[in-house]
């Protein structure tokens, strides 16, 4: 909504005469509930038509009032049943007391009602940034449960690697889906790598030593599992994991090697 | 300001708080009759009819359809409309040649209201020729856009806006 807009179209002007149609004129009372600033320009146009007309007055119409009292027996009662002076103050009373509770209890439930407003937006957002964890978990578990799959499959090979002297609490796991040319590695126990420099990952050919790059980590803090799936068409003998320069090297940095095992013949 | 406790106090036929909406609403009340009716005697008359239907039906009168001044002002306008149609007042009718509201202002000569109506006034005079007649039609006698723009040979579409401008000339000098 354009407030400048909507003030300058003239339409508050219309809806202080009167002029507009029953449905208009709720209409503007909406926007005037939701926009204070249209609401204040609605009351200073009012204060001015309320002035211009009164300049309109021949004289202060005060007498009148006392004719208007007559006509509605106003006040009549009050003289001519003296006696009940005091019931009827004590009505008086508590029809205040009344009022004075309606009017704390209204103002009460028109701030509960904002508070309530405010918490179903906040449940909302709530509830969606809820749902997005859902949907993350769910992708994950997934993911896990397809790994342990592949994991229990029979024909797999398990390949521990072990610390070497650059870290000696480091240590991976190979899973080499032989059939499938898959090596799985594991590398939970491999610390995060500094920045610039990402993990490779090298098939060995013992004699004589021949290393094969089976490719870089470069989503090693990104992955949740620290398992990534690599192709492998060689007949390993071994595999070994070296701290390489991102983007990976052509042959591993020996002084980097994190981790090496030899598989199982 | 929409006096919402006295009007809820009204609508419980609190007599106090009428006297209060009296007070508040007589002067501007008794102006726009006089617009419309031009004679002293039977604008009281009138007045005194409007606040008796003000007393009478105030439960009728809901924030969502209005103002509460709006609400006031259509009970005045269309009972000073009733009475110009009325028999009597035909017959008695002496000061047809006013047409406009500030025609009034010119034959004024004491201001007991609380309004600053000779600043109104010095300033009315210097209003455009067709603002006085928009207001006075559109505020004063309650035409429609149509109807006013009819009656002045002026675009319907330029109504509002034109009203507009005259209402914000107004305020200017008013200073609200």
Known sequence: ?265 | MQPTILIYQLQQKNEKAFQKIYEMYADNTFGVIYTIIRDKTISEEVLQDVFIKIWNNASSYSEKKGRFFTWILNIARNAAIDKTRSKSFKNSQKNQEAEYFVDILEEKNSFSQKTDAIGIKKYINALEPLCKKVIDLLFFKGFTQKEASEKLEIPLGTIKTRNRICINKLREILEV
Do not use: C
């Open chain 1, 1 to 265: 909504m354009e407030i400048e807009k909507y003030i300058t179209s003239g339409v508050l002007e219309l809806y202080v005469y009167g002029t507009l149609s029953e449905k208009e004129s709720e209409e503007v009372y909406k926007v005037l509930k939701e926009y204070p600033e249209i609401e204040k320009e609605v009351e200073q146009i009012e204060k001015g038509l309320l002035q211009l007309s009164s300049a309109m007055a021949p004289y202060n119409p005060e007498k009148v009032y006392n004719r208007i009292k007559d006509q509605l027996n106003l006040s009549e009662d009050e003289k001519v049943i003296a006696i009940d002076q005091k019931r009827r103050n004590w009505h008086a009373y508590i029809g205040w007391a009344a009022s004075v509770a309606l009017l704390i209890g209204l103002v009460t439930q028109l701030n509960k009602n904002k508070e309530l407003q405010q918490q179903v937006v906040d449940a909302n957002i709530e509830q969606q940034l809820l749902e997005g964890k859902i949907d993350v978990a769910e992708k994950d578990l997934t993911k896990t449960k397809s790994l342990l799959n592949i994991l229990r499959n029979k024909d797999i090979i398990q390949i521990p690697l072990q610390a070497q002297k650059v870290d000696p609490k480091a240590y991976a796991i190979v899973y080499w889906d032989k059939k499938n040319q898959i090596a799985y590695i594991d590398v939970a126990g491999l610390p995060t790598p500094p920045p610039g420099k990402v993990y490779q990952v090298w098939s060995l050919k013992l004699t004589p030593l021949t290393p094969t790059s089976l490719g870089v980590l470069d989503q090693f803090e990104e992955d949740e599992n620290k398992i990534f799936a690599l192709s492998n068409m060689n007949e390993s003998e071994a595999f070994g994991i070296t701290l390489e320069p991102k983007g990976g090297s052509k042959s591993p940095t020996l002084e980097q090697l994190y981790t090496l095992g030899a598989v199982e013949s």
